[in-house]
Each structure stands twice: as structure tokens, then as C-alpha cells.
């Protein structure tokens, strides 16, 4: 088009300028006749060459426009783009087959008040990507305002699980003028996670039934008159069985977790109080390993905290154990507990003096399952479950975990709690649905 309009101005051009060169050379001096004849000439040869760059420039321009096109079409993702009147302006094969809408249905259609009211059924989970607030089931993951904006989205019928970002369209006087959404489709994932949680708690109730009927008779056993080898076998026995105990049980609480059900109790809680009576129950563990324990309080009270006592206690638990178990003789543990300044958090750390985390295993820590090397040379048993809990458990309250640590020095985990109530999340979500 672009290509046309200026080949029609060059041949426009080229036909006034014949005529001014014809009324030159009968109404002007012959001096002027050149003068007139050469700018003609110049200022044809300048919208020749000026034609020719427009027209290569456009041929670019349309190529590169196939391209975006060619892979916008291929991208996995579905994708859509919509402008200020949520008329559909690109919709894209993955977004049809998510759908299961055609985009001849879509293209050009304004989603208008009308569209709101009146939903075909089809039409219905578009409808909610673009008007989040008729989701019945959305978890917004950024801050109102702020760009992307992230949220996930979940349909019933027909069951879908979609992770919706979208980018505004800004023209160059800084004004919106559309949207891009981007939509993840994590249906697959989110049911294969599941069908594991599941079958992660069924298995593990079935082997808690005869765990605890094995641990109540070990237990009984003990109180019998053996002799020290006979003792030794039984204790051993029961040992065996605690520690299976716990791993059943950790099992269940990730199979919880990922289903979303771990099942919180928020209270308000002194948080100083919270943090001495777990040290004062560690004290026993950590003078078997010879370790000694400190808790330093801030300089100024701090506030009451809406926490899950028992939920955070797992938190604590588990980080002062790894701190107590892989430090060294005479090592020290200390936790600290203060405010942010400026912001409506507190942060708490468990900073201790033993092996450390090596530089390659820092960015699995938190994983399912994981456990350092040097970790596990130290103690073998373990089964890599806590700190992925732990996680989890901080993240339902709002706040944040991470880890600082020096091969052969220490370790810090420090994590932060909201002071404000509305900064807790309003429900569970299930495994994989945070950013």
C-alpha cells in the first residue's frame, strides 16, 4: 500500500516537473532556463532515490512483521492483544486450541458491557481473562498497579489451570493504547501434581497405621527385662521406627502442602516469647551436640505477629536442627529477631558456625528432596523434605526465605513475617502456583 501510494507520487512529481520544465523554456531567460532546469532535476533525483529507500524500508518492515507474526502463530503459550476497547486484535493458535475458540470468532470483536451480560458459554473463560474481576477462582501473584501483572486463573468446566501475565501497550506519548495477555496453560501440570499428592498421602496413611501399632509395641518392649544386647536390638528398633514415623509424616505435610490443605491457624503471638520457648525445647538436643544457643532480641518491642504457632514451630524446629546437626563441637547458634526498617515486616535469623552450603548447591536448598553433599557426609540420615516445608510454611504467611552461607564457615537462614494482616495470603494455593 505504502509501496503504491509513493510509486503514484513519483509519477505525479515526474509530470509537474515535464511541465515546469516546458513553461521555463518559453517564459524564462536561458541563464534561469538552466538554473530552473538543474533544481528540477536535483529535487527529481532526491524523491527517486527518497521513493526507493521508503519502498526497501517497507519491504523490511513487512518482513520483519511475517516474522513476529510466524512466531507469535508458534508459540506455546496462548496469546492475545486487545486494544483501550477490548476489541481482539491478535489471537494465536495455542490461545484457539486452549479455548477451544475459533479466532474468526474472536478477531475484531469488541468484548463490550453487553458481551458481560449477555456471555455465550464458549466465550465465557475469555470473557473472565479479560475482566479478572468475574473470575470466581483467581490468586493475583504481583502488586496492583505494577507491570506484568501475574494471576492464575482456574475453570471448572472445562477444567482449566492458566497462569495469565499481561504487558501493557504503550505508544510514544507514553498513553495505553492495548494489552498483550500471555496464558500459560499449567492444566497438565497442576493434575500430574496432584495425582503425586495423592498418591504420596495415601501410601503414607497406609504406612502410618502400622507404624504406630510397631512404635507402641517397641515402646512396651523396653519397659521388658532384656539383656544389653536384647536392649540394644529393641532400641535400635524403635530408633528405626521414629525416624520412619517422622519421614511419613513429612511426607504427608508436603502432600498437604501441594494439595493446598496443609490447614492453617492464624493468632496473634509474641514473637519473642515464641522463639525462647523453641530454644528452651532445643537446649536438650543442642548440648548433646555441644552447641551453644543465643537469641538476640531488638533494641526496641516489637509488635505482636499473626502467625500458626504450630506451623511456624515446624520452621523453627527444622532450621534449628540443621543448624545444631551440621555444626561443629563447641559451635553456637544464633537467632535474631528485629524489625525492617521502613517496612511492616520483621525479619528472623538462624545464623550458625558449622559446615556451611557449598556454592553449587546454593540454588537448590529449598528443592524437594535435596541435601548437600557435605551435608550428607556429615549425617546420613535425612530425608531433604524441611527446608522445601519450611519454605512453603513462610511463604503462607506472607513472608520471604533465604540463605547466606560460607563453605566451612556458617550458615544464616533468614526469613520475614509480615506485621500487617492484610499482607497474609487469603488461602492456600496448591504446589507450582507461586511466581
Do not use: C
Not at 400 to 426: C, D, Q, W, Y
Amino acid at each position: 500500500m505504502i509501496k503504491t501510494y509513493f510509486g503514484n507520487l513519483t509519477w505525479l512529481f515526474a509530470i509537474l516537473a515535464m511541465g515546469a520544465l516546458v513553461i521555463g523554456f518559453f517564459y524564462l531567460e536561458p541563464f534561469m532556463i538552466v538554473i530552473h532546469t538543474a533544481i528540477i532535476i536535483s529535487i527529481t533525483i532526491l524523491i527517486f532515490y527518497s521513493t526507493i529507500y521508503a519502498a526497501k524500508a517497507n519491504a523490511e518492515l513487512k518482513l520483519e512483521t511475517q516474522r513476529l507474526d510466524e512466531i507469535i502463530e508458534n508459540l506455546s503459550d496462548g496469546i492475545f492483544v486487545y486494544d483501550e476497547n477490548f476489541k481482539i486484535l491478535v489471537f494465536n493458535r495455542a490461545a484457539e486450541q486452549i479455548f477451544g475458540v475459533s479466532r474468526k470468532e474472536v478477531l475484531g470483536q469488541s468484548f463490550t458491557l453487553k458481551v458481560k451480560q449477555e456471555p455465550s458459554p464458549r466465550l465465557r473463560p475469555i470473557l473472565v481473562i479479560l475482566f479478572p474481576a468475574l473470575a470466581a477462582n483467581i490468586i493475583r501473584r504481583s502488586e496492583p498497579g505494577m507491570y506484568p501483572q501475574i494471576a492464575d486463573i482456574s475453570f471448572d468446566d472445562p477444567p482449566l489451570e492458566l497462569r495469565i501475565s499481561t504487558y501493557r501497550i504503550v505508544n510514544e506519548n507514553g498513553k495505553v493504547v492495548g494489552l498483550i495477555k500471555i496464558i500459560h496453560d499449567r492444566t497438565r501440570e497442576i493434575t500430574l501434581l496432584r495425582a503425586k499428592s495423592e498418591f504420596i498421602t495415601i501410601a503414607s496413611h497406609q504406612l502410618r497405621t502400622p507404624l504406630t501399632g510397631l512404635s507402641w509395641a517397641l515402646e512396651n518392649l523396653k519397659k521388658e527385662p532384656f539383656t544389653p544386647a536384647q536392649r540394644e536390638i529393641v532400641e535400635s528398633a524403635a530408633g528405626a521406627t521414629t525416624r520412619l514415623m517422622k519421614i511419613t509424616n513429612e511426607l504427608l505435610d508436603v502432600a498437604k502442602i501441594e494439595e493446598g490443605k496443609f490447614g492453617y491457624r492464624f493468632e496473634q503471638v509474641d514473637l519473642i516469647a515464641f522463639l525462647e520457648e523453641a530454644l528452651r525445647q532445643t537446649k536438650p538436643v543442642a548440648d548433646r551436640y555441644q552447641v551453644k544457643l543465643y537469641l538476640e532480641k531488638p533494641s526496641s518491642p516489637i509488635l505482636k505477629v499473626n502467625i500458626d504457632p504450630q506451623k511456624l514451630g515446624l520452621v523453627i524446629q527444622n532450621l534449628l536442627d540443621n543448624a545444631i546437626r551440621y555444626n561443629i563441637p563447641n559451635g553456637e547458634v544464633v537467632v535474631k529477631v528485629d524489625a525492617l526498617p521502613g517496612k511492616p515486616y520483621l525479619e528472623v535469623s538462624v545464623r550458625d558456625t558449622g559446615i556451611g552450603i557449598a556454592p553449587e548447591d546454593m540454588k537448590k536448598v529449598f528443592a524437594e528432596f535435596f541435601r548437600g553433599t557435605n551435608a550428607m557426609r556429615v549425617a546420613v540420615e535425612g530425608t531433604g523434605l524441611g527446608l522445601y516445608i519450611a519454605k512453603n510454611i513462610v511463604r503462607r504467611h506472607g513472608g520471604m526465605i533465604r540463605v547466606e552461607s560460607t563453605l566451612n564457615r556458617g550458615t544464616k537462614f533468614t526469613f520475614s513475617l509480615p506485621t500487617h494482616l492484610s499482607l497474609i495470603p487469603a488461602k492456600e494455593t496448591v504446589y507450582g502456583e507461586d511466581v
